[in-house]
């Protein structure tokens, strides 16, 4: 599978809102069960390669994580730098930037929401390159 971006429809042969069940004779899927969790409820799909989540709540996929590749126009999303994202991209983020250090690294993840279309890029910190992209439809 490559991960193509469509904006607010799907990354590659996974469509947002569409049910898990389509697709789990066809790939094979590690699978966290988080349905108890008040943060982030739901079940979570993963993919090694290219590694993905799928972040499914009541069957349906909601949210698409990326984290090695997400191709746009040809380019991988993955790896570009924040202004060359936005080069890339046409767009600009709103709103503040989140500045979060969750792991004992050190090293702080900037969150930028995309909302025009539909995503949430993370940079690391220590090199500003763009580490994960989030698609959703909102």
Known sequence: MI?????FYSVGD?????????YLEKFSFEIN???SDLH???V??????PEITLYVHNNLIECIGCYSELLYKGCNLIGLTINEFISQIGENYCGEVDC???EDDDIPQYVYEFESIGLQVWVQGSNGKIVSITVSTH
């Open 3 to 7: 991960p193509i971006l469509n904006v």
């Open 14 to 22: 996974f469509i947002l809102n569409s049910n898990i069940n389509d």
């Open 33 to 35: 069960d988080f349905s």
């Open 40 to 42: 982030v409820p739901g």
């Open 44 to 49: 979570h799909h993963s993919l090694d390669c």
């Open 100 to 102: 979060l250090n969750f």
